[in-house]
């Protein structure tokens, strides 16, 4: 299961003080990937009967093609006044009107002829938002390769070389204009393209082509350097004899147990990153090897028969291995070997099993990695300041290295597929990870006084977290405090002071996914960058645009959906606009405390929390 259809779920309130909601609708079946459409009914949704939590539920689009953002349909937002400033394709003053509907081999052609000469465009252009608009979401339409293939097609050829002498005026407006759009792939792609050989081959030969036609620009010898830079930045080498540089094995963070390696700040992965595993077998004895984070399950299963000195005669035969995952739970799942990118798709506490058809069902979890024995731990001696900004920190450093592109090939399955979604999936396991520590370090404190001052603690953690303007780690908790197994622990919650009542009671209010989020999206836009947004919301949003039209209508492209999409993609450009300054000491105990946060040990089996639950209030409510 992705951890995104985990966080969509979001259990009710089970404060007395709250009054009782209306019937909600029906809880949608699980999917394996994020819901169709973000649009709510206008009354709120209050908790499944039984216990069994709220979704975020989700309605088929009965309109037109809205932002995901409008609370309901013909709602408040309708009345509201047009806004002052024009839409971005709105006629600009280098004569750039709305883009057309176009088919996807003519589309970077009308592009090229929207864009002014010299790159003379301003700030909301229309031809300045239509390109960034193709170049976030041309894979929806056309994979990366071709669109690159017609964009070296769609410059011109022969005169104007350096030493030349001569250009005709649409000739040289053309080149300008192809220069410009490589230009914007090429700063908004970056590292990304590393992983596309075929796609740096083509954008090496335009490359050459417009490096010979540098004379033809010499009022852009900004752009001509930049070009270059980026080139370089991308590791597109010109000269083929330099090697490359070696590659670096990185650890997951679900992986660390040395205290220096969860210390290091994060750092993107790239599908060609290098990580190490264990597999584990039957008997719970395991073998590490070394792979790639983009290895298909075929790749993995050669490693580990090789490890395992298997003939291939053996590997043959009906005995021949498969992979499988073993959730804490017990729950299990047979890899097939096309599958590609499962290292960062694992449980918390999920594990990478090899065994035959035959001994399949003997296959056990392993033993809890931590002690289920109660017990103070770090957080009960350290001020949960400093807990909360050693969240914040950790969460931004993931956030900074998701690409903006992850979010669209995450819910659009681009052609890049799983390989770039990487640092994606990563955050999404945290905030998962965060959910159920919130539950765990509550259920392993046996003391009721010392339970009831660790809930206070955690709202105070919450509280701090959304000072910080992390609203994934705010947006955790809070869901991690709502989890069946602790709200039911009447007990420890009515020992909880007023105060602390009453903020957890706002708390809800604020994730409360009514009018779809309304409460949540109103805070969210009078925060200021830097920000961490709660992202299954964002994925959400993604998705219903994506299911709610057709990207090909009639064989055009639908560039409405395709500015939707890229607007969205846009507000993360926007959050992470500017860095992140919180003041962390260097101290020893700060750098455990830090440690701590980095690597969290939890209990993610929902049945063993029940037990504990129980054993701490054999009554509940």
Known sequence: MKPLEKLLKKPGSHLPARPAAPAPAARRQSLSRPPASPEEPAGPAGPQPGGEGRWLELRPPEAPLRSPEDPSPGGDRDREPPSPE????????????????????????????????????????????????????????????????????????????????????????????????????????????????????????????????????????????????????????????????????????????????????????????EIFC???????????????????????????????????????????????????????????????????????NSHLFACTRDTFDSLVPLP??????????????????????????????????????????????????????????????????????????????ESLGKRAHLLKKLIKIAAICKQNQDMLSFYAIVIGLNNAAISRLRLTWEKLPGKFKNLFRKFENLTDPCRNHKTYREVLAKMKPPLIPFVPLILKDLTFLHEGSKTLLDGLVNVEKLHCIAEKVRTIRKYRSRPLCLELEASPSQLQTKAYVRQLRVIDNQNLLFELSFKLEPGGH
């Open 278 to 348: 264990r597999v584990y077998m039957p008997d719970h004895s395991y073998v590490t090897i070394r792979s790639r984070l983009s290895a298909s399950v075929q790749d993995i299963l050669a490693s580990v028969t090789e490890k395992l000195q298997y003939s291939e005669e053996q590997s043959a035969r009906e005995d021949a291995l498969i992979l499988v995952t073993v959730a804490s739970s017990g729950e299990k799942a047979v890899l097939q070997p096309s599958e590609e990118c499962v290292f960062t798709t694992l449980g918390i």
């Open 86 to 273: 024009p839409p971005p394709a709105a006629r600009c003053c280098c004569g750039c009107g709305p883009a057309a509907p176009a088919p996807p081999e003519r589309l970077l052609a009308a592009l090229l002829e929207r864009l002014p000469a010299g790159g003379a465009h301003g700030r909301g252009c229309g031809a300045e938002s239509l390109l960034d608009d193709i170049v976030l979401t041309h894979s929806l339409f056309l994979p990366t390769e071709r669109f690159l293939q017609q964009l070296h097609q769609q410059y011109p050829w022969g005169g104007g070389h350096a030493g030349g002498g001569h250009e005709d005026g649409a000739g040289l407006r053309r080149k300008r204009a192809v220069l410009a759009v490589l230009l914007h792939f090429l700063e908004t792609y970056k590292g990304l393209l590393q992983e596309e050989e075929s796609a740096g081959k083509v954008i090496k030969e335009l490359y050459l082509l417009i490096m010979k036609d540098t004379s033809l620009y010499r009022d852009l010898e900004d752009e001509i350097l930049k070009l270059h830079q980026l080139v370089e930045t991308v590791e597109l080498k010109v000269a083929d004899e330099t090697p490359p540089p070696s590659k670096q094995v990185k650890p997951l963070f679900r992986h660390f147990r040395r205290i220096d390696s969860c210390l290091q700040t994060r750092v993107a992965f790239r599908g060609s990153d």
């Open 368 to 445: 809890e990695e931590i002690p289920v024995v109660p017990g103070d731990t770090e957080i009960h001696r350290v001020e949960p300041e400093d807990i909360a900004n050693h969240l914040t920190a950790f969460h931004w450093e993931l956030f900074r290295c998701i690409h903006e592109l992850e979010f669209v090939d995450y819910v659009f399955h681009g052609e890049r597929g799983r390989r770039e979604t990487a640092n994606l999936e990563l955050l999404l396991q945290r905030c998962s990870e965060v959910q159920h520590w919130v539950g765990t370090e509550l259920l392993l404190c």
